[in-house]
């Protein structure tokens, strides 16, 4: 079993950056692929970006790139989503989640833990 613990969520402005921050903990939770996920008023849970097991190996969605970055420290145990030039449409409950496979996946099935999530509100 994995708990997954999501913190740095809050009110910012549009252009501001903001790092949010996932503590894991549970057995073999550094073995783990970990994802970030978002969903945002009315829609589907997003993949926002995903990384492996030692941060090697990331992905992001498309239009994120170069605006997010995903990285881990497992020895603190947790990973890290930098977010950058934050927009009103960034807006949206944002989860950590854990695949039990080294490698990442980007399928909401890949992941079985996830954190409770933490509100990223942007203003305009």
């Known amino acids: 079993q994995v708990q997954l613990v999501e913190s740095g969520g809050g009110l910012v402005q549009a252009g501001d950056s903001l790092r949010l921050s996932c503590a894991a903990s549970?057995?073999?939770?550094?073995?783990?692929?970990m994802g970030w996920w978002r969903q945002a008023p009315g829609r589907d849970l997003e993949l926002v970006a995903a990384?492996?097991?030692?941060?090697?190996?990331?992905h992001y969605a498309e239009a994120l790139k170069g605006r997010f970055i995903i990285s881990r420290d497992n020895t603190k145990n947790t990973v890290y989503l930098q977010m950058n030039s934050l927009k009103s449409e960034d807006t949206a409950v944002y989860y950590c989640?854990?695949?039990?496979?080294?490698?990442?996946?980007?399928?909401?099935?890949?992941?079985?833990?996830w954190g409770q999530g933490t509100q990223v509100p942007v203003s305009s």
């Open positions: 990384c492996n097991w030692n941060g090697g190996d990331t």
């Open positions: 549970g057995q073999a939770s550094s073995t783990y692929a």
């Open positions: 989640a854990a695949n039990r496979s080294s490698d990442y996946g980007t399928k909401l099935a890949d992941y079985v833990y």
